[in-house]
């Protein structure tokens, strides 16, 4: 299999060039993943992740971070801070190490990530502005960065912020930044409640389900909706199908995802009654990588 293109991108690297060599072989990868069998796509994989020039790019905390997994999963809390610019754990870096690490944040999956985390916010404040005494929770928490952008959230005058997680670490963060109400929990264990804690008025649900197959995902989002309050709102964010820097992703920083289009989407609710639900809403983030659900129940 050719992958000069990778041989000649790290030379480039090497040479002090980023963007166009990093460009080049974003594409590439792209199109292997389009094109090839699986079989093909996962051997070009393997020969990416093992090439001189990914070792050179884990020299980028993020990219580095997400390949070693020292949490034991991808994009763990301390992953997102990167990417959000958010924490008090950033890397400093300078030269080489700072152009990568700006190059890879700026990607469209990583935008997105930032776009999910100011909608969210917006979404807390809009129910707090709505209730006066509501409730949220955010189920696959980690440090609840979406707090972070909420004037409710900043001036005291949300209720309740629940902060739902596996990871302990995590939600020691969440409740020191942000004063929220840790719950200690996982996905089997929503599903095995039937319900998170609470009853609450707004659940936010940001990258979770993009770790999540049909199997499981569908009865998480029926707890969910059973934790909502009359006329509450559930927000789900997933990544979509074909995404171009899946490869990227994958073959880099072995960080695979669950994809989801907008069927997907509403094949999620396929065990919640339909008289429950007054209106269903999606759409996309304006780089086109990530698909945004909002249910509303009456």
Known sequence: MDISILDKAFTELIAGQVVDPLDRVRDWLRDQRRFL???DWYRVRVLTSSHALSELLRQDPLIGRSFRKP???PGDAVT???IYGIGSDLPSLEGFSAELFTYGCDIPPFRAVRYRRQLFSSAVDAVSARRTDARVASVGAGHAREAHGSTAVRSGTLKSYFA???DLDSLHVAEKDYGVIPVHSSVRGICEQGSIAEQVDLILAGGLYDYL????AIPLTRCLIDSLAPGGVLHIANIVRGFGDAALLEAVMDWPLVHRDEQDMRALLS???TDRIDTI???RDPDD???FMEVHLR
């Open 164 to 166: 739902v997680d596996q």
């Open 37 to 39: 069998t699986p079989a």
């Open 271 to 273: 065990e919640v009654a």
């Open 71 to 73: 949490r034991g999963y």
């Open 289 to 291: 990588v990530m698909t």
């Open 213 to 216: 197959t049909e199997r499981t």
């Open 80 to 82: 997102m801070d990167m």
């Open 281 to 283: 809403t999606l759409h």
